[in-house]
């Protein structure tokens, strides 16, 4: 079956990766966003902040993939930044309950982008599975206050998806480009103690199971959008090193270099999580990608 579907956050790593292999399959997609971009793909307009939105946007779509949100990373988290990336995704979300809920429409579908964070970092021993509760700490709380909001849109008898994504490996950005640039030079390193797990996807398995949510209506609710294996970041750093054919010597990056060059944000970095695929597994989701360093063959070596 065709879908027409309209995604929220094209322009990020994930959606722009989404929406060519959306395409691949056959798929009708159009973009809405902050702004009108020109191309092959129709785009729409929506602004988040006045509460605006293009009706046209809509017209025809039975599909709605919630990508929206400012970028956690690439700017030092001030008060001002967080409140930014809550508020993105937050009133966002609203904004689309709202459209959803005063005009007509013919959507079935929504799946909306959350994130590991949710369960905010764990014990070596702990794995995290869709069970598990909220987690303490400022990703956690973005993410259930996220949650929050977009469980909301289930209530207008439209079935709802929610994809946590883990680590997303991707050549195009992201954690995998920025640990690849400093081993590339001969200077790369852990961070923190290196034995902090991470539970990592490839950006491919990612966005195939972004469509497989879309595709197969018997999903619904929440889904880890994590790889069989999860990895320390010792082991991961060594793997790109061994990939990239490149020596590591270099000590891990003590704790406090890591907080004073991102301040708060260091926690990503320095905690870790196990987190489980068993549910998506069940699901039918099928791997292309589990083992870490085929993985990274096929996105660093060229």
Request: glycine share 10%.
């Amino acid at each position: 079956m065709i879908h027409k579907i309209l995604i929220t956050g094209a322009s990020g790593l994930v959606g722009s990766r989404l929406t060519e292999m959306l395409l691949e399959k056959g798929h009708l997609v159009s973009h809405l966003g902050r702004q009108k971009k020109t191309g092959n793909i129709p785009s729409f307009v929506w602004d988040v902040e006045n509460k605006s939105v293009d009706l046209q946007a809509f017209e025809g779509v039975d599909t709605i993939i919630h990508l929206a949100g400012a970028d956690i990373a690439d700017q030092r988290w001030t008060a001002q930044r967080k409140k930014e990336i809550l508020e993105s995704r937050t009133h966002s979300t609203k904004l689309l309950f709202d459209t959803l809920k005063d005009h007509p429409h013919t959507v079935k579908t929504l799946v909306g982008a959350s994130a590991i964070g949710y369960y905010g970092f764990g014990l070596d021993e702990e794995v995290f599975t869709e069970e598990s509760k909220a987690g303490i700490g400022f990703l956690a709380e973005v993410t259930r206050q996220w949650e929050e909001q977009v469980d909301r849109i289930d209530k207008l008898g439209i079935r709802l998806v929610k994809v946590r994504i883990g680590i997303v490996l991707s050549e195009k950005g992201g954690a995998l480009a920025e640990m690849a640039k400093p081993i590339r030079f001969g200077v790369g390193a852990p961070l923190g103690s290196g034995k902090q797990f991470l539970s990592w996807i490839h950006i491919d398995d990612l966005c195939a199971m972004f469509i497989q949510a879309v595709e197969d209506q018997s999903w619904h609710g929440a889904y880890n959008a994590v790889g069989i294996n999860w990895v320390t970041n010792a082991e991961l750093t060594k793997a790109i090193a061994h990939v990239l054919k490149k020596p590591l010597w270099l000590p891990p990056i003590p704790d406090f270099i890591m907080k004073l060059i991102l301040g708060e944000m260091a926690g990503m970095v320095l905690n870790g999580s196990k987190v489980s695929s068993a549910k998506i597994q069940k699901a039918g989701f099928q791997f292309k990608y589990t083992d870490l360093k085929e993985a990274l063959k096929n996105l660093l070596v060229r």
